[in-house]
């Protein structure tokens, strides 16, 4: 039994809204806490959700126990944001190699599906149903419950063993992502580590220096289909 572990933005969805990425956070940041800092995109691009609002909001002087006070308050606005948003069209479009490798391998009985990401759990979840993704995962880790991508990875084989009673060796999990993130995070738990440039900070080279175990532009690659005995559709 293998447990493959997808990173959502930048592998298997791209923003395609009238938003930009910064304005979820603007607005969150404008209705929990007052005001909208300032912050460099680049620098947390794979981060995870608490780590990256702490990490700007200390900047601006915030102490942890007002932050921690109203971080629900937080996501909920983000959450809410993106609602608002969608009625007025797509937020997020799936990367369709992406969604084809999801499909068959969600067929498979000797794999299960789960999710490995940054965003806060509500605002993944709300991610995958908007773009009709959700119901192929069954297990899930998220950046509102770690204070980074490594320590939330390290969650994954505990939590699989609670959640969905599977005991997994890091050598049958496999972590799929489009960031440098992505890669030392499935590195730091010993997992398959699948790297693919459609992200937008998913450079060849950056990610190459990473040495992830395959490194792909696309998820409909031979090297990843070979990874799970599959061949091209």
Same mark, same amino acid.
């Given at each position: 039994?293998?447990?493959?572990?997808?990173?959502? %933005?930048?592998?298997?969805?791209?923003?395609?809204?009238?938003?930009?990425?910064?304005?979820?956070?603007?607005h969150?940041? $404008?209705?929990?806490?007052?005001?909208?800092?300032? @912050?460099?995109?680049r620098?947390?691009?794979g981060?995870?959700?608490? $780590?990256?609002? @702490?990490?700007?909001?200390?900047?601006?002087?915030?102490?942890?126990t007002?932050?921690?006070?109203?971080?629900?308050?937080?996501i909920?606005a983000?959450?809410?944001?993106?609602?608002?948003?969608?009625?007025?069209?797509?937020? #997020? $479009?799936?990367?369709?190699?992406?969604?084809?490798?999801?499909?068959?391998?969600?067929? !498979?009985d000797?794999?299960?599906?789960?999710?490995?990401?940054?965003?806060?759990?509500?605002?993944?979840?709300w991610?995958?149903?908007?773009?009709g993704?959700? !119901?192929?995962?069954?297990?899930?880790?998220?950046?509102?419950?770690?204070?980074?991508?490594?320590e939330?990875?390290k969650?994954?084989?505990?939590?699989?063993?609670?959640?969905?009673?599977?005991?997994?060796?890091?050598a049958?999990?496999?972590?799929?992502? %489009?960031?440098?993130?992505?890669?030392?995070?499935?590195?730091?738990?010993?997992?398959?580590?699948?790297?693919?440039?459609?992200?937008?900070?998913? #450079?060849?080279?950056?990610?190459?220096?990473?040495?992830?175990?395959?490194?792909?532009?696309?998820?409909? %690659?031979?090297?990843?289909?070979?990874?799970?005995?599959?061949?091209?559709?």
């Amino acid at each position: 039994m293998k447990l493959v572990l997808f990173d959502i %933005d930048g592998t298997l969805i791209y923003h395609v809204g009238s938003h930009t990425w910064q304005d979820q956070y603007v607005h969150g940041f $404008q209705m929990a806490y007052g005001f909208a800092p300032t @912050w460099d995109e680049r620098k947390y691009n794979g981060n995870v959700e608490m $780590q990256v609002a @702490w990490a700007i909001l200390k900047d601006h002087g915030m102490t942890r126990t007002e932050f921690e006070k109203h971080y629900p308050r937080y996501i909920h606005a983000m959450h809410e944001y993106l609602k608002a948003g969608s009625k007025k069209g797509p937020l #997020f $479009q799936i990367i369709e190699p992406a969604r084809d490798l999801v499909v068959r391998l969600h067929r !498979r009985d000797d794999i299960v599906l789960g999710i490995l990401t940054g965003n806060a759990e509500r605002i993944a979840n709300w991610k995958l149903d908007h773009v009709g993704l959700s !119901r192929y995962f069954t297990f899930g880790l998220y950046g509102d419950a770690a204070n980074s991508r490594i320590e939330l990875a390290k969650g994954a084989i505990e939590k699989a063993k609670k959640q969905l009673k599977m005991k997994f060796a890091p050598a049958d999990i496999i972590v799929i992502g %489009d960031t440098v993130h992505d890669i030392r995070c499935g590195k730091a738990i010993g997992a398959v580590t699948v790297a693919v440039t459609t992200g937008m900070h998913g #450079f060849w080279d950056v990610l190459k220096a990473e040495n992830p175990d395959i490194l792909v532009e696309s998820l409909a %690659d031979p090297q990843v289909l070979s990874l799970f005995s599959m061949h091209s559709s």
